[in-house]
């Protein structure tokens, strides 16, 4: 069975607790064992190094070492967490003084240093490298059987962070999604942001960044959109009526996160995947 740390990210167990249901079942199916990191702390969501960067990248290395003491990489549902925990492993690869700095802060709180082993690796990644294509489409109990729209981001489509797929021509959603039994849809904005979480402060540019993306999907044919981060979900499900309504566009349609479409095709919660197929019919049409 494969080991890897877990990081929930910010919002896994807060506002989308769907994401947190689904990624325990999900992994046990397909032979991942899951090592919670105790004492993890939120990773300053891009929002803390906005008034300190060395704070942000200090609880990103004490998390990252964290999963180190016990040999492992770690992973996130969440492409925002992912990029963050990258970007941070990233600049203590290339720079020894600030990364003794760093190391200096988080030794003085915890009594750890990070020496640059442990990797992030995404859900989506770990997934199709390290679990393979092949062994999920046999573990398929319920096909999706649905025209999906994949949703990357911008966070982990940049090199180094988004794992052996292409940095600006991604399809590894495109794969999996085919490997679940569903149909990818190819439209423009699979990685365009969708202003997460520029929605505390710029509400109206980041509703509009929204109404673009569900719209360019549903203009494509998607009868679903699946997301890679939990952040941007939020976004893409929670706000896409007030999305419509600011920008007139056609944004209603079901969207679920990655962990969830994997666990129903898995023939985890079919109650749930029951109500997916219906809303995709009603609001579809």
């Known amino acids: 069975m494969a080991k890897i740390a877990y990081y929930p990210g910010n919002t896994a167990r807060a506002a989308s607790m769907e994401v947190e249901d689904c990624i325990v079942p999900l992994c046990k199916t397909l032979g991942i064992e899951l090592i919670e990191i105790p004492k993890a702390s939120s990773d300053g969501g891009n929002i803390i190094s906005q008034a ?8 990103v290395a004490r998390n990252l ?19 963050i925990m990258c970007d941070t492993a990233d600049i203590i690869a290339s720079d020894s003084v600030y990364a003794s700095q760093l190391n200096n802060l988080i030794s003085l709180t915890s009594g750890i240093e990070y020496l640059g082993e442990s990797k992030s690796r995404h859900l989506l990644h770990y997934l199709v490298e390290e679990i393979g294509l092949d062994k999920i489409s046999a573990a398929v109990i319920n096909p999706i059987k649905l025209n999906v729209a994949g949703y990357y981001g911008s966070n ?67 009868d679903i959109m699946v997301s890679a981060c939990t952040i941007s979900h939020s976004n893409l499900d929670s706000y896409q009526s007030r999305a419509g309504k600011l920008t007139g566009k056609d944004t209603a349609m ?21 109500q997916l197929r219906t809303r995709a019919l009603i609001i579809g049409s």
């Open 156 to 222: 982990m489509q940049r090199e180094g962070a988004c794992g052996d797929d292409d940095a600006f021509l991604p399809n590894y959603l495109e794969q999996l999604i085919n490997a679940l039994g569903g149909v990818p849809i190819d439209y423009e904005l699979k990685c365009q942001s969708v202003g997460a979480p520029a929605l505390l402060t710029l509400e109206g540019t980041a509703m509009a960044m929204t109404a673009a993306v569900l719209a360019d999907a549903k203009q494509n044919g998607a």
């Open 65 to 83: 070492a964290l999963a180190e003491q016990k040999s492992i990489d770690i992973m996130t549902t969440c492409a925002t967490s992912h990029a």
């Open 254 to 274: 079901p969207v679920v996160h990655l962990a969830e479409l994997v666990a129903f095709s898995l023939g985890h919660y079919p109650d749930r995947f029951a």
């Open 52 to 59: 300190s960067p060395k704070l942000q990248h200090s609880l």
